[in-house]
Protein backbone atom coordinates (compact mmCIF):
# COMPACT_ATOMS: atom_id res chain seq x y z
CA UNK A 1 0.00 0.00 0.00
CA UNK A 2 1.35 3.20 -0.88
CA UNK A 3 0.69 6.20 1.28
CA UNK A 4 0.73 10.06 0.30
CA UNK A 5 0.75 12.71 2.94
CA UNK A 6 -2.87 12.88 3.48
CA UNK A 7 -3.83 8.91 2.67
CA UNK A 8 -5.69 7.83 6.01
CA UNK A 9 -7.54 4.89 5.14
CA UNK A 10 -3.99 2.61 4.88
CA UNK A 11 -4.56 1.21 8.39
CA UNK A 12 -8.41 -0.07 7.61
CA UNK A 13 -6.84 -1.71 4.32
CA UNK A 14 -4.07 -3.21 6.21
CA UNK A 15 -6.42 -5.36 8.44
CA UNK A 16 -8.80 -5.66 5.81
CA UNK A 17 -6.05 -7.61 3.66
CA UNK A 18 -4.63 -9.39 6.54
CA UNK A 19 -8.25 -10.95 6.93
CA UNK A 20 -7.90 -12.84 4.20
CA UNK A 21 -4.21 -13.81 4.74
CA UNK A 22 -2.63 -11.63 2.74
CA UNK A 23 0.82 -9.85 4.36
CA UNK A 24 0.26 -6.18 3.09
CA UNK A 25 2.64 -2.88 4.22
CA UNK A 26 2.12 0.47 4.20
CA UNK A 27 5.01 2.25 2.48
CA UNK A 28 5.67 6.06 2.33
CA UNK A 29 5.49 7.03 -0.88
CA UNK A 30 9.28 8.03 -1.45
CA UNK A 31 10.49 4.62 -0.43
CA UNK A 32 7.74 2.72 -2.96
CA UNK A 33 9.42 0.49 -5.41
CA UNK A 34 6.58 -1.95 -7.05
CA UNK A 35 8.79 -4.62 -8.14
CA UNK A 36 9.22 -5.26 -4.40
CA UNK A 37 5.39 -6.05 -4.48
CA UNK A 38 2.90 -8.61 -5.79
CA UNK A 39 -0.17 -6.14 -5.88
CA UNK A 40 -0.46 -2.38 -5.16
CA UNK A 41 -3.12 -0.56 -3.22
CA UNK A 42 -3.37 2.90 -3.33
CA UNK A 43 -5.87 3.45 0.32
CA UNK A 44 -8.38 6.45 0.37
CA UNK A 45 -7.65 9.84 2.04
CA UNK A 46 -7.32 12.94 1.15
CA UNK A 47 -3.41 13.08 -0.45
CA UNK A 48 -1.97 17.33 -0.46
CA UNK A 49 -5.14 17.93 0.73
CA UNK A 50 -6.79 17.80 -2.05
CA UNK A 51 -5.27 20.45 -3.34
CA UNK A 52 -5.58 21.45 -7.14
CA UNK A 53 -7.79 18.20 -7.50
CA UNK A 54 -8.07 15.29 -5.65
CA UNK A 55 -5.10 13.07 -6.95
CA UNK A 56 -3.63 15.26 -8.89
CA UNK A 57 -0.67 16.46 -7.33
CA UNK A 58 0.21 12.46 -5.99
CA UNK A 59 -0.50 11.96 -9.64
CA UNK A 60 2.76 13.96 -10.55
CA UNK A 61 4.72 11.76 -8.24
CA UNK A 62 7.99 9.90 -8.34
CA UNK A 63 5.92 7.06 -7.10
CA UNK A 64 3.32 7.50 -9.68
CA UNK A 65 5.18 7.19 -12.10
CA UNK A 66 6.53 3.88 -11.16
CA UNK A 67 3.16 2.73 -11.35
CA UNK A 68 3.47 2.66 -15.12
CA UNK A 69 6.11 0.37 -14.79
CA UNK A 70 3.94 -2.09 -12.45
CA UNK A 71 0.80 -1.94 -15.37
CA UNK A 72 3.30 -2.88 -17.89
CA UNK A 73 4.55 -5.70 -15.83
CA UNK A 74 0.98 -6.67 -15.02
CA UNK A 75 0.67 -6.03 -11.59
CA UNK A 76 -2.30 -5.90 -9.89
CA UNK A 77 -3.20 -2.39 -9.05
CA UNK A 78 -6.35 -0.99 -7.24
CA UNK A 79 -7.14 2.58 -6.07
CA UNK A 80 -9.55 3.23 -3.53
CA UNK A 81 -11.62 6.32 -3.55
CA UNK A 82 -8.92 9.12 -3.12
CA UNK A 83 -6.84 6.12 -4.66
CA UNK A 84 -9.01 5.76 -7.81
CA UNK A 85 -8.81 9.38 -8.03
CA UNK A 86 -5.11 9.15 -8.32
CA UNK A 87 -5.07 6.45 -10.58
CA UNK A 88 -7.30 8.24 -13.06
CA UNK A 89 -5.41 11.49 -12.70
CA UNK A 90 -2.12 9.54 -13.86
CA UNK A 91 -3.87 8.46 -16.54
CA UNK A 92 -3.71 4.43 -15.72
CA UNK A 93 -7.72 4.77 -15.58
CA UNK A 94 -9.90 6.74 -18.24
CA UNK A 95 -12.47 9.49 -17.19
CA UNK A 96 -12.06 11.77 -14.24
CA UNK A 97 -13.10 12.45 -11.18
CA UNK A 98 -15.29 15.83 -10.38
CA UNK A 99 -16.98 17.43 -7.34
CA UNK A 100 -20.16 15.57 -6.35
CA UNK A 101 -23.14 17.30 -8.26
CA UNK A 102 -24.94 18.04 -4.79
CA UNK A 103 -21.94 20.18 -3.92
CA UNK A 104 -21.80 18.08 -0.53
CA UNK A 105 -19.58 15.29 0.67
CA UNK A 106 -21.31 12.22 1.17
CA UNK A 107 -20.78 9.51 3.64
CA UNK A 108 -23.05 6.61 3.43
CA UNK A 109 -23.78 3.10 2.48
CA UNK A 110 -24.72 2.46 -1.33
CA UNK A 111 -25.75 -0.84 -3.30
CA UNK A 112 -23.53 -1.78 -6.48
CA UNK A 113 -23.44 -4.47 -8.83
CA UNK A 114 -20.83 -5.92 -10.84
CA UNK A 115 -20.70 -6.17 -15.07
CA UNK A 116 -17.90 -8.34 -16.46
CA UNK A 117 -16.06 -9.00 -13.15
CA UNK A 118 -12.54 -10.00 -14.53
CA UNK A 119 -9.10 -10.12 -13.04
CA UNK A 120 -7.00 -10.19 -10.01
CA UNK A 121 -9.42 -8.63 -8.00
CA UNK A 122 -13.07 -9.39 -9.33
CA UNK A 123 -12.59 -12.68 -10.54
CA UNK A 124 -14.82 -15.09 -8.01
CA UNK A 125 -17.82 -12.63 -8.63
CA UNK A 126 -19.99 -13.22 -11.04
CA UNK A 127 -21.47 -11.10 -13.43
CA UNK A 128 -24.14 -8.72 -12.68
CA UNK A 129 -23.21 -9.72 -8.82
CA UNK A 130 -24.56 -7.01 -6.10
CA UNK A 131 -22.74 -5.63 -3.39
CA UNK A 132 -22.83 -3.09 -0.70
CA UNK A 133 -19.86 -0.54 0.47
CA UNK A 134 -20.19 2.85 2.31
CA UNK A 135 -18.65 5.67 -0.02
CA UNK A 136 -17.10 9.19 1.55
CA UNK A 137 -16.12 11.62 -0.79
CA UNK A 138 -16.47 15.20 -1.88
CA UNK A 139 -15.37 14.94 -5.38
CA UNK A 140 -16.67 11.26 -6.51
CA UNK A 141 -18.56 11.81 -9.82
CA UNK A 142 -17.21 10.36 -12.80
CA UNK A 143 -17.10 11.61 -15.85
CA UNK A 144 -16.02 10.32 -19.16
CA UNK A 145 -17.08 11.68 -22.66
CA UNK A 146 -19.15 9.02 -24.55
CA UNK A 147 -16.77 7.88 -27.28
CA UNK A 148 -14.08 6.75 -24.77
CA UNK A 149 -16.50 5.35 -22.44
CA UNK A 150 -17.78 3.08 -26.02
CA UNK A 151 -14.55 2.73 -26.94
CA UNK A 152 -13.39 1.23 -22.78
CA UNK A 153 -15.65 1.48 -20.22
CA UNK A 154 -18.29 -1.00 -21.87
CA UNK A 155 -15.71 -3.79 -22.75
CA UNK A 156 -13.96 -3.41 -19.50
CA UNK A 157 -15.20 -4.94 -15.86
CA UNK A 158 -16.91 -1.85 -14.14
CA UNK A 159 -18.74 -1.83 -10.67
CA UNK A 160 -21.84 0.69 -10.72
CA UNK A 161 -24.30 1.84 -8.23
CA UNK A 162 -27.66 0.20 -8.20
CA UNK A 163 -30.54 2.61 -9.03
CA UNK A 164 -31.57 5.22 -6.74
CA UNK A 165 -28.13 4.46 -5.35
CA UNK A 166 -25.94 6.94 -6.93
CA UNK A 167 -24.62 9.36 -4.06
CA UNK A 168 -23.28 12.15 -6.23
CA UNK A 169 -24.55 12.65 -10.25
CA UNK A 170 -22.03 10.01 -11.59
CA UNK A 171 -22.39 9.28 -15.42
CA UNK A 172 -23.84 5.79 -16.09
CA UNK A 173 -24.11 5.47 -12.24
CA UNK A 174 -20.17 4.66 -12.59
CA UNK A 175 -19.23 3.63 -9.15
CA UNK A 176 -15.77 1.87 -10.26
CA UNK A 177 -13.96 1.34 -13.78
CA UNK A 178 -10.71 -1.29 -14.52
CA UNK A 179 -8.64 -1.53 -17.33
CA UNK A 180 -9.81 -4.21 -20.14
CA UNK A 181 -8.07 -7.54 -18.15
CA UNK A 182 -9.25 -6.13 -14.88
CA UNK A 183 -5.49 -5.57 -13.44
CA UNK A 184 -6.11 -2.02 -12.20
CA UNK A 185 -9.42 -1.26 -10.10
CA UNK A 186 -10.28 1.93 -9.13
CA UNK A 187 -13.41 2.57 -7.17
CA UNK A 188 -14.88 5.82 -5.16
CA UNK A 189 -16.43 3.18 -2.68
CA UNK A 190 -14.40 1.57 0.53
CA UNK A 191 -14.01 -2.85 0.45
CA UNK A 192 -11.86 -2.20 3.10
CA UNK A 193 -14.38 -0.72 5.33
CA UNK A 194 -17.30 -3.34 4.09
CA UNK A 195 -14.45 -6.48 5.44
CA UNK A 196 -16.73 -7.94 7.95
CA UNK A 197 -20.28 -8.47 9.51
CA UNK A 198 -19.79 -6.00 12.13
CA UNK A 199 -19.35 -3.27 10.19
CA UNK A 200 -22.49 -3.26 8.04
CA UNK A 201 -25.38 -1.46 9.25
CA UNK A 202 -28.76 -2.99 8.80
CA UNK A 203 -29.69 -3.82 5.55
CA UNK A 204 -26.65 -4.21 3.90
CA UNK A 205 -24.08 -6.94 4.09
CA UNK A 206 -20.35 -6.13 3.92
CA UNK A 207 -19.55 -6.48 0.06
CA UNK A 208 -15.97 -5.77 0.32
CA UNK A 209 -14.09 -8.41 1.61
CA UNK A 210 -14.52 -10.39 -1.80
CA UNK A 211 -12.52 -8.36 -3.19
CA UNK A 212 -9.35 -8.91 -0.93
CA UNK A 213 -10.40 -13.21 -1.01
CA UNK A 214 -10.64 -12.70 -4.65
CA UNK A 215 -6.52 -10.64 -4.63
CA UNK A 216 -5.38 -13.47 -2.06
CA UNK A 217 -6.94 -16.31 -4.09
CA UNK A 218 -5.82 -14.56 -7.34
CA UNK A 219 -1.84 -14.43 -6.28
CA UNK A 220 -2.01 -18.20 -4.71
CA UNK A 221 -3.66 -19.09 -8.23
CA UNK A 222 -3.17 -16.88 -10.94
CA UNK A 223 -6.46 -15.24 -12.74
CA UNK B 1 11.71 40.46 -16.07
CA UNK B 2 9.19 39.40 -14.27
CA UNK B 3 5.33 38.85 -16.05
CA UNK B 4 2.24 38.47 -14.07
CA UNK B 5 0.30 35.29 -15.44
CA UNK B 6 -2.83 34.10 -15.08
CA UNK B 7 -4.49 30.86 -15.42
CA UNK B 8 -7.93 30.28 -15.49
CA UNK B 9 -9.17 26.27 -15.56
CA UNK B 10 -13.39 26.11 -15.77
CA UNK B 11 -15.43 23.38 -16.85
CA UNK B 12 -15.76 22.46 -20.91
CA UNK B 13 -19.05 23.01 -21.64
CA UNK B 14 -21.36 19.52 -21.50
CA UNK B 15 -19.52 19.29 -18.32
CA UNK B 16 -21.64 19.79 -15.42
CA UNK B 17 -20.67 22.95 -12.81
CA UNK B 18 -22.89 22.34 -10.06
CA UNK B 19 -21.34 25.87 -7.72
CA UNK B 20 -22.26 27.85 -11.29
CA UNK B 21 -25.32 26.50 -11.25
CA UNK B 22 -26.96 27.20 -7.80
CA UNK B 23 -24.84 30.81 -8.11
CA UNK B 24 -27.07 31.17 -11.17
CA UNK B 25 -30.12 29.73 -10.16
CA UNK B 26 -30.29 30.72 -6.60
CA UNK B 27 -28.65 33.77 -6.33
CA UNK B 28 -28.66 35.43 -9.67
CA UNK B 29 -31.83 34.86 -11.51
CA UNK B 30 -33.61 35.15 -7.46
CA UNK B 31 -32.36 38.69 -7.32
CA UNK B 32 -33.81 39.68 -10.66
CA UNK B 33 -30.46 39.58 -12.88
CA UNK B 34 -32.56 37.49 -15.66
CA UNK B 35 -29.72 39.29 -18.26
CA UNK B 36 -27.79 37.02 -16.74
CA UNK B 37 -27.46 34.24 -18.89
CA UNK B 38 -25.31 31.43 -17.08
CA UNK B 39 -22.21 31.15 -14.62
CA UNK B 40 -19.65 29.32 -14.71
CA UNK B 41 -17.23 28.82 -11.74
CA UNK B 42 -13.44 28.68 -12.11
CA UNK B 43 -10.25 28.01 -10.69
CA UNK B 44 -7.85 31.34 -10.87
CA UNK B 45 -4.39 30.82 -10.10
CA UNK B 46 -1.71 33.62 -10.58
CA UNK B 47 2.09 33.02 -11.37
CA UNK B 48 5.01 35.69 -11.49
CA UNK B 49 6.84 34.29 -14.39
CA UNK B 50 10.81 34.82 -15.03
CA UNK B 51 10.98 35.52 -18.84
CA UNK B 52 12.39 38.20 -21.45
CA UNK B 53 9.27 38.50 -23.14
CA UNK B 54 5.44 38.54 -21.96
CA UNK B 55 5.63 35.38 -25.20
CA UNK B 56 7.56 33.58 -23.04
CA UNK B 57 6.51 33.64 -19.99
CA UNK B 58 2.82 32.92 -21.35
CA UNK B 59 4.41 29.72 -23.37
CA UNK B 60 6.64 28.56 -20.23
CA UNK B 61 3.03 28.55 -18.59
CA UNK B 62 1.33 26.56 -20.87
CA UNK B 63 3.56 24.09 -21.12
CA UNK B 64 3.82 23.69 -17.49
CA UNK B 65 -0.07 23.32 -17.66
CA UNK B 66 -0.20 20.33 -20.05
CA UNK B 67 2.79 18.56 -18.56
CA UNK B 68 2.18 19.22 -14.66
CA UNK B 69 -1.83 18.69 -15.45
CA UNK B 70 -2.69 21.90 -13.77
CA UNK B 71 -5.99 21.50 -15.52
CA UNK B 72 -7.24 17.76 -16.63
CA UNK B 73 -8.39 18.32 -20.59
CA UNK B 74 -10.84 15.40 -19.60
CA UNK B 75 -13.33 17.78 -18.15
CA UNK B 76 -11.40 21.39 -18.22
CA UNK B 77 -10.77 24.45 -20.48
CA UNK B 78 -7.89 26.47 -19.31
CA UNK B 79 -6.99 30.14 -20.22
CA UNK B 80 -3.02 31.28 -19.57
CA UNK B 81 -3.46 35.42 -20.23
CA UNK B 82 -1.05 38.24 -19.23
CA UNK B 83 -2.66 40.16 -16.42
CA UNK B 84 -4.17 43.49 -16.94
Given at each position: MVKFPGTNCDEDVFHAARSVGLEPEVVWYKYFRPSSWDAIIIPGGFSYGDWLRAGAIAARTSAADSLYEARDSGAPIMGICNGFQILVEAGLLPGALLPNVGGRFVCRWVKLYVERPRG????VLGDGDRLDMPVAHGEGRYYIDNESYYATVVKSPVLRYADGWNPNGSIYNIAGVATEDGAILGLMPHPERAYTDLLAPRGFTPGGKILFKSLADSLRKGW | MLHRIEVVVKNKHGVRDPEGETIHRHLILRKGYSEVKSVRVGKYIAMDVEAETREQAIDKVRELCERLRLYNPIVHDVEVRVYG
Open positions: PWLK | -
